[in-house]
């Protein structure tokens, strides 16, 4: 998706805030740019709006509303640029543990608005990806656990050679037009349940 065609959503409880921050975005480009005010009930807003990128400025943040605003930001899925006047490292731990892409503090400025919302795409983005192949790479690992526990089940079930083993499940795969490790699954539950 091309940066500039982003539906922006701002939360800001300050208007002139937040309208430094929708200044800085409609200057670069984006069109898309909503403004609420209002922190309460604002994961219905964002259900409802579905932006793209979610920017957030907190003037003087309290633990509260930084707690809301982390447990929000855990759940929403999408790229968040954070501005804040005053922080430490806890909040900054925190920030980055909950998703936050971007977390700026004392940096509001109208010209750097662009090129914090692009990095925290970009962070997002490549976060998501690690996140994929992280889930990805855990998955093949589980699916050759199973195979390999198939494989000794068959080794000592039929006496077979472990290159024998994984032949027949390679072959049972092929015939029934499934993955090997579902096959191995169901050798391991069959196993289970006569054992």
């Known amino acids: 998706m091309v940066l500039s065609e982003l539906t922006i959503l701002i939360i800001d409880e300050n208007v002139i805030r937040a309208s430094i921050i929708e200044e800085g975005l409609r200057e670069a480009g984006h069109g898309k740019v909503m403004v609420i005010h209002e922190v309460n009930g604002v994961a219905r807003v964002i259900e409802a709006l579905k932006p793209d990128v979610i920017v957030i400025d907190i003037e003087n943040p309290n633990r ?4 809301h605003l982390f447990q929000l930001t855990r ?5 968040i640029a954070m501005f804040v006047d005053r922080s430490d490292t806890a909040q900054i731990e925190a920030a980055m543990e909950a998703g936050v892409s971007a977390y700026v503090v004392d940096g509001l ?17 490549a976060f998501s990806r690690l996140q994929r192949e992280l889930a990805e ?53 069959a196993a289970g349940l006569l054992m």
Request: aromatic share 2%; glycine share 4%.
């Open 64 to 67: 509260d509303m930084m707690e």
């Open 75 to 79: 759940t929403v899925g999408r790229p």
């Open 109 to 125: 400025k109208k010209e750097r608005v662009k090129s914090i919302l692009d990095m925290a795409v970009s962070r997002f983005n």
């Open 137 to 189: 790479a855990k998955s093949a690992l589980e699916e050759r656990k199973i195979v390999e526990r198939a494989k000794g089940i068959l080794m000592k079930m039929r006496g077979l050679s472990e290159e024998d083993a994984f032949a027949l499940l390679r072959q049972t795969a092929m015939n029934e037009k499934k993955k090997i490790s579902e096959i191995a699954q169901s050798v391991v539950t």
